[in-house]
């Protein structure tokens, strides 16, 4: 399975329509079907808007492998951490 037929992307104003119908509906299962998204994507997405408003569903998703799962807080102290952590040079 290639990656575009099992994960569409989906524009920042599908995202918001869903999350809407998300507070409406009394069972998520039937919505993600009728979506055609997984329960896992619709959560992901209040998530991140809660944290990141509509910016922070943009197409494509974050770029950065250190943001998935992370609130913020941790996310910017994973970044100094690895900062400080001295690389070793090839020898």
Do not use: C
């Not at 104003?13 to 993600?32: G, H, P, T, Y």
């Not at 910016?55 to 100094?80: C, F, I, Q, Y």
């Amino acid at each position: 399975m290639t990656r575009s037929t099992r994960q569409q992307r989906r524009t920042v104003q599908f995202k918001l329509d869903a999350l809407a119908r998300m507070k409406e509906s009394e069972n998520i299962s039937v919505l993600v079907k009728e979506l055609g998204i997984t329960s896992g994507q619709l959560y992901n997405w209040r998530r991140r808007y809660a944290e990141g408003g509509t910016s922070a569903l943009r197409a494509g998703g974050s770029r950065d492998p250190t943001s998935r799962a992370k609130p913020p807080h941790l996310r910017d102290r994973v970044k100094e951490l690895d900062l400080r952590i001295p690389t070793q040079s090839s020898r």
